[in-house]
């Protein structure tokens, strides 16, 4: 049997930082009788335009769409800002999301005990926290026609439409139900079926799909409700689901209920293939941070983590994905932090290297 396939895009900036500690992650698992990973790595992004011109050569993503999934690190800086837009390190990532058509957007907010005193919220609030939101990815308001700015009588009118057929609600909602399968088995809908026509579709079709999963306890929720929800009381959810643009909005909210940019991951996934893998890009929600690219201030767990989600999601690895957050767990309870993670003044961070070594030195105990 072929071995699972793996392709590597570093990226720009602190990219390539944080992927050298996944790299570090990978190595320990195929050298202890762990998953061994047919591993490919090509560019995208900047370095992808500096190389070739484009941001995404058409054989990367060609490539893409062969493996079985795609990590990504960051795109992007200020030596691109005055490209031309078709040509900016962001339009290579957004090549691959539209092409690879991944529309169910997974965003964990994890809270690490360590790290409950970093949040803005009181540590009861936030201790323990493990939810997963869902967003859809590929349509709804930022997609949908007619849009632009008119002319009307004499004035401009700004126009955009929220538009959702019943098969792009029916798949993230199959998503979102397998997702909560996996986990709590409680899925929570947020729309605005109570202003919005395409809410009161969405809500009509997730509660459709919801009698194929059983087991799941499907509840609704207005999102602006679900929003005060969220910061109230975090725990009372497991998998959220809701459209792109409550997505977008709710998904931040949840991640930083748990502190630093550098800790989140998120996974896009698209349609199952052949072999029964949903197409998929982990990346970790950074960007690729000029301010102390080159450093080695980077904290690589977003990163390692967007793997750990690779691990459960893509290759049925549950047990070994608990066993990379444990490690981090465990490096964050025995007091390392990155420069990002350090509230308290006269502690020394560690560099990006310390914590990936830390984490695979703490992946060998168990
Ligand atoms: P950013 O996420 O790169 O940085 C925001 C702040 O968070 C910076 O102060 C940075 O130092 C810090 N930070 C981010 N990741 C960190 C990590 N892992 N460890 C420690 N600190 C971290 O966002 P930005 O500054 O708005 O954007 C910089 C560039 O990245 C821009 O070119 C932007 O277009 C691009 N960008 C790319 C992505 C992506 O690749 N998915 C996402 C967002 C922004």
Excluded at 137 to 151: A, D, H, K, M, N
Excluded at 200 to 220: I, M, N
Excluded at 264 to 287: D, I, Q, T
Excluded at 331 to 356: F, H, I, N, Q, Y
Aim: charged fraction near 25%; glycine fraction near 10%; charge should be negative.
């Amino acid at each position: 049997m072929t071995n699972p396939s793996l392709l590597i895009l570093p990226g720009d900036g602190i990219g390539p930082e944080v992927m050298a500690e996944v790299r570090k992650v990978i190595d320990w698992f195929g050298a202890n009788g762990g998953p061994v990973f047919d591993v490919s790595e090509d560019l995208v992004g900047g370095c992808a335009y500096d190389a070739h011109g484009t941001p995404l050569h058409d054989d990367t993503m060609a490539r893409a769409q062969e493996v079985d999934a795609v990590l990504l690190g960051a795109v992007g800086g200020p030596k691109y800002d005055s490209l031309d837009f078709s040509l900016k390190p962001e339009r290579g990532l957004l090549r691959l999301r539209k092409e690879m058509d991944l529309y169910a957007n997974l965003r964990p907010a994890q809270c690490f005990d360590a790290l409950a005193d970093f949040s803005s919220l009181k540590t009861e609030v936030v201790s323990g926290l493990d939810i997963m939101i869902v967003r859809e990815l590929t349509s709804g308001v930022y997609f949908g026609e007619p849009r632009g700015i008119i002319e009307e009588g004499n004035e401009r009118v700004g126009v955009n439409t929220q538009r959702y057929t019943e098969s792009e609600i029916d798949r993230v909602a199959r998503s979102a139900f397998e997702l909560a399968m996996r986990r709590g088995k409680r899925l929570c809908s947020m729309e605005k079926a109570n202003v919005m026509e395409s809410g009161v579709l969405w809500r009509e079709v997730v509660t459709q799909v919801g009698k194929d999963y059983p087991e799941v306890e499907l509840s609704h929720m207005y999102a602006d409700a679900g929003a005060m929800q969220l910061t109230r009381w975090p725990k009372q959810f497991d998998v959220i689901v809701t459209d792109n643009l409550f997505g977008d909005l709710l998904s931040d909210l949840a991640a930083m209920l748990t502190g630093s940019l550098g800790m989140l991951p998120s996974a896009s996934l698209g349609a199952p293939m052949a072999n029964g893998r949903p197409k998929a890009l982990y990346e970790p929600v950074h960007g690729s941070a000029p301010d102390i690219a080159g450093q080695g201030k980077a904290n690589p767990i977003a990163c390692i983590l967007s793997f750990a989600m690779a691990l459960r999601y893509s290759f049925d690895r549950g047990e070994d994905a608990a066993r990379v957050e444990r490690a981090v767990e465990t490096v964050l309870a025995d007091g390392l932090r990155t420069a990002d993670l350090l509230g308290e003044e006269g502690k020394a961070p560690v560099s990006t290297s310390e914590m990936g070594d830390a984490i695979v030195a703490a992946l060998a105990k168990g």
